[in-house]
């Protein structure tokens, strides 16, 4: 790729991986943009993200999981409905992602303390970058659940973007637990003292 800008989008269309050009506000290029503002977000916490100790491992996760977005990116520009048989070979979306958010979950868990009440966003500035990311997620796995339900999109992609929102809210409180900052309990309204 020599030049940023081709042109070829100037009317509002663009090409799916099959070839096909579409308007970018259909419902794949949504879903695809969405899981886009998830990946960006994620860069965000990176760079608030101390570089030594325990951190270093978080951030290896975190790059891991930047990668497997861009994957399952070319998943959603290759609807399973439309395209050759070579081409979702060549996006196909393993369990083996899913496998690995689940084990540092896990791994994590074991060292945070167990939830009595909901938290808000917060916290490190790492911590509440991946809120953030966290609810860019939910909002990507509500736009692929159409396409999924069209047999566009593998049941692994929605699967590894359900299993993706859970790793950002355990790694948020993880981020926040080594960086000693308090989890705020949520606290009803009306209950708020002003």
């Keep these: 790729m020599t030049k940023i800008y081709t042109r070829k989008g100037d009317k509002g269309e663009t090409s799916l991986f099959t070839g096909e050009r579409i ?3 259909a419902e794949c ?3 695809i943009g969405t899981v886009d503002e ?3 977000a994620i860069g965000a916490a990176i760079s608030f993200t101390p570089t030594y100790g325990p951190y270093v491992e978080c951030i290896e996760q975190l790059e891991t999981i930047q990668h497997a977005l861009f994957d399952l990116g070319a998943v959603l520009a290759t609807p399973r409905t439309k395209a050759s048989a070579q081409k979702i070979e ?3 979306f393993d369990h083996e ?3 690995a958010l689940e084990h540092w979950i896990d791994a994590m868990q074991t060292e945070l303390p167990v939830l009595h009440s909901f938290i808000l966003p917060g916290g490190h500035p790492s911590g509440a970058m991946l809120h953030l990311a966290r609810s860019f997620c939910r909002r990507a796995e509500r736009l692929i ?3 999924n339900k069209h047999q566009d999109v593998p ?3 929605l699967v590894y973007i359900n299993r993706l929102s859970d790793y950002l809210f355990v790694m948020s409180r993880y981020l926040n637990h080594l960086a000693q900052c308090p989890e705020t309990t949520w606290v009803h309204h009306k209950k708020v003292e002003v």
């Design 97 to 99: 992602a899913t496998t």
């Design 145 to 147: 659940i159409p396409l």
């Design 155 to 157: 049941d692994e992609v």
């Design 23 to 25: 308007s970018k506000s």
């Design 29 to 31: 290029f949504d879903a």
């Design 90 to 92: 060549k996006t196909r």
């Design 38 to 40: 998830c990946n960006s």
